[in-house]
């Protein structure tokens, strides 16, 4: 095959032009590479081209899989550098019944990350003005895509070389016209929630942080404080690895969502703490099944492979037993007791009856049980007999001996036989001294001399080599297990999936009954509604938490602009309400008394800056793609959570910028509108009336009050606006000095007036200089290997006020 031509993998491939011209077809472009999948394909029915951006999915591709079950492309492009997984999909593919798509390989060079940004740059986008240069192109296209996500930048490069060598669309104009690109648009499975990387940050869903000791963990990280180390009470590592994934991608199946929240409710009541305990106990002994089965198949099992597998097939016995007990309406528990077949008592009746646990241990290797099979048992007998037997054949060969040698004895050695063993007599100083009439020296060991007799000859062709015979025969019957294990393995991954299921919402419920949290109402409707909401993280580091309500549906208030003092809780608002939606659409419980949330299509953020190197964007344009993501991508049943937007740039652009932005989303109307929780310390956008009445805009505060010159944070929400920053309090609080505070109030109210800013007599650089000196002199005169020198009281009362001073 030549990887830099179009090329088929067998019956995976269908005849080029296959099919009747006029019918849409769909062109897909895949990459697999570390756990992330990037995908984006071509639309011949709208000229569209659709990303998907970077997203964690296993080895099994179950991402992919459910991609290609929506999209039925005509063709799927890859590189001819893959992950064995993507190959072993493509296999499955091919061998599967039905329409096949056709499968193109092309050079892993095609799909370099900045090839393939030069082709997306140099394509034929027609929505883009042609008067733009490189650059601007680049900066319009980050805020279409985001270009941070490899694989799927990667994927596009491919897919746009397969649409430009077919000459699709344009098979009959010249070849200076280029394949048309009408628009680019984001790609979502059906189930899915969109959350890029950025909002992932934010919420702090994930955060690895490194480990005290390297020494601790092999990659030297571990997770911090974050919603996914709350959660993950999982007694099993593959619960751990389901939990993770269950994070990357929530889902808006409200079957699959309400399947878990109902195991979550069933162990989250107290009376059934003797179950969940009983089936953690269980789970714990549950191990990687698929490694354990790889082994078999490549006859690589030891005693500890065994052992786990036993434990395993025991303990979800005991699952199944257990959970059959259980009020089998809920789901789950009936999916546990159907999957956990018969076999798994079979499995761990033939373990126990062929394999000797006891045996196996003290020999490191596996053994097999008495009676299962007789010329086992036989050889066994006479390996157990042969220690008796073998004095008295000693006893007869000394006989024969020289009457110098005082005593002999007859061993066996595997692999080399039976041989007569007698000690080495002062005399036998050389080799030549060894010779025995009617022996044949084997070898010398320590002061023993090892010969071979006619009766171990004798020895050996009567009784072979047992040791061997046995392990010979033991692993015979082994392999024979190692087959009858294999014909049911179907039903060991049902134990592994399910167990892993069970294992995650057991998880989920100790969390929830730990910290009181509430099982929410999901609906199909665009609704948030919140009760008394808590950040389920912030809660855990602040000693009083402040709960707070929120209330978005329909056209009553579905854009919240939220003003007021820094430090006030705004940021942990925002963070609170994602959190709190993300977590229900997982099946988790949430941190609230009550809550009702719709199944929202993606969460969307601006929450923090971030740098970017590779794309050579400032920090306020990135900014700028995440608004644009917000804008372009968000539908009536998404979240975005947004704060301090405008900063980065001069304020006029900045108020201008989002005043358009929430003024957009208002003229969307309540079946549109997504759902936006807005922070801002832009005042003037309101006192400004930059922005129209309408029911869907709601003004909310944070409540302060001024105690003296104090300012106090009660961080309760409240309808209003904060008419003032309160700067000099947060700067007092702060710890800033006050004769600074207070010379920044001053410049302030000038400002404001319009009045002329005054300069502040300030002493001359040589008055500074000659105070410095004075500073280092007194520091310098210090005898600091003197008991009596209080070091830190000296920085404190004399260097820290002069400092002061000066500055």
């Not at 003005?129 to 490189?134: D, G, Q």
């Not at 690895?241 to 269950?246: A, D, F, Q, Y």
């Not at 044949?440 to 002061?447: K, N, R, Y």
């Not at 509108?673 to 310390?681: E, G, Q």
Request: some cysteine; aromatic content about 6%.
């Amino acid at each position: 095959m030549d990887p830099g031509a179009d090329s088929d993998l067998g019956s995976t491939g269908r005849a080029a032009g296959a099919g009747e011209k006029d019918t849409p077809e769909l062109y897909l472009s895949v990459l697999f590479h570390h756990g992330q999948l990037g995908l984006s394909y071509y639309d011949t029915e709208d000229y569209t081209v659709y990303y998907m951006p970077d997203t964690t999915d296993t080895c099994s591709l179950t991402l992919l899989d459910k991609a290609l079950q929506e999209l039925t492309p005509r063709a799927i492009v890859t590189s001819a550098k893959q992950d064995r997984s993507v190959a072993e999909f493509l296999r499955r593919l091919g061998d599967s019944a039905g329409d096949k798509p056709e499968v193109v390989l092309y050079p892993n060079t095609d799909f370099g990350f900045e090839v393939s940004k030069q082709r997306l740059l140099s394509a034929h986008l027609s929505f883009l003005p042609a008067s733009l240069t490189e650059t601007e192109r680049l900066s319009y296209l980050g805020s279409s895509l985001p270009l941070n996500c490899t694989q799927m930048v990667r994927s596009l490069g491919g897919l746009l070389k397969l649409l430009e060598r077919r000459r699709v669309g344009v098979e009959l104009e010249d070849s200076i016209v280029g394949v048309p690109v009408l628009a680019l648009r984001k790609f979502s499975l059906a189930d899915g929630v969109y959350l890029d990387k950025d909002t992932y940050s934010a919420l702090q869903v994930f955060k690895s942080e490194l480990h005290p000791s390297v020494y601790k963990l092999a990659s030297g990280v571990k997770e911090g404080l974050s919603l996914y180390g709350l959660l993950d009470r999982c007694r099993s590592p593959f619960g751990s690895r389901l939990l993770r994934r269950w994070l990357l991608h929530p889902t808006r199946s409200l079957g699959e969502l309400m399947k878990r929240q109902e195991v979550v409710q069933f162990f989250c009541s107290p009376r059934n703490n003797e179950v969940l305990n009983t089936l953690q106990d269980c789970l714990k002994n549950i191990r990687r099944i698929p490694m354990l089965i790889r082994r078999m198949t490549l006859s690589q099992t030891n005693v500890h492979d065994w052992q786990c597998l036993y434990k395993t097939v025991y303990s979800a016995v005991c699952i199944r037993d257990t959970v059959q007990a259980l009020p089998q309406s809920i789901l789950l528990f009936r999916e546990i007791s159907g999957a956990f077949s018969d076999d798994l008592h079979y499995i761990a009746s033939l373990i126990s009856k062929v394999v000797d646990f006891e045996a196996s241990l003290t020999e490191n290797r596996v053994t097999v049980k008495p009676n299962v099979d007789p010329a086992i048992d036989e050889k066994k007998r006479r390996m157990m007999g042969l220690s008796d037997f073998l004095t008295d054949v000693a006893r007869k060969e000394l006989e024969n001996l020289d009457p110098r040698i005082p005593s002999c004895s007859v061993i066996y050695i595997p692999l080399i036989g039976f041989l007569l063993s007698v000690p080495r007599l002062p005399s036998m100083a050389d080799k030549e001294d060894f010779v025995i009439q009617g022996l044949d020296f084997m070898f010398l060991s320590g002061d023993r001399l090892h010969y071979r007799s006619e009766r171990t000859k004798e020895l050996d062709s009567m009784l072979g080599d047992l040791h061997c015979d046995i392990r010979d025969l033991e692993t015979a019957v082994v392999t024979q297990l190692e087959a009858k294990v294999l014909e049911r393995t179907q039903c060991l991954y049902r134990v592994m999936e399910f167990s892993a299921q069970l294992d995650c919402l057991i998880a989920l419920a100790l969390v929830s009954r730990e910290y009181s949290f509430c099982r929410p109402t999901l609906t199909a409707a665009s609704v948030i509604h919140i009760r008394e909401g808590r950040h389920p993280l912030v809660e855990l580091c602040a000693p009083v938490f402040v709960p707070n309500p929120t209330v978005s549906a329909g056209a009553a208030g579905k854009v919240k602009l939220i003003t007021g003092p820094n430090s006030s809780g705004k940021s942990i608002y925002l963070k609170q309400v994602g959190l709190i939606v993300f977590m229900a659409l997982i099946g988790s419980n949430v941190p609230a008394a009550r809550a009702e949330v719709g199944l929202m299509d993606g969460i969307y953020t601006r929450m923090h800056s971030r740098e970017s190197v590779s794309l050579g964007l400032s920090t306020f344009m990135i900014d700028l793609n995440q608004m644009a993501s917000a804008l372009n991508d968000s539908t009536g049943s998404s979240l975005v959570l947004i704060d301090e937007f405008g900063k980065g740039t001069n304020t006029v652009d900045g108020v201008s910028l989002l005043a358009a932005c929430v003024r957009h989303w208002l003229r969307k109307g309540p079946q549109h509108c997504p759902h936006v929780l807005l922070s801002t310390n832009f005042h003037s956008l309101v006192q400004m009336g930059l922005l129209p009445q309408s029911p869907l805009l709601q003004y909310l505060t944070l409540e302060t009050a001024l105690d003296g010159e104090e300012l106090v944070f009660f961080y309760q929400l409240k309808e209003g606006v904060c008419q003032s920053s309160h700067a000099a309090n947060i700067a007092t609080l702060a710890g800033l000095p006050p004769p600074l505070v207070q010379r920044a109030v001053e410049v302030s109210e000038l400002y404001r007036a319009g009045k002329a800013i005054e300069r502040v007599d300030r002493p001359s650089s040589t008055e500074q200089a000659a105070r410095c000196r004075a500073i280092v002199d007194r520091f310098l005169g210090l005898d600091l290997d003197s008991p009596s020198v209080d070091l830190p009281q000296y920085l404190r009362e004399e260097v820290l006020p002069s400092a002061g001073d000066i500055l």
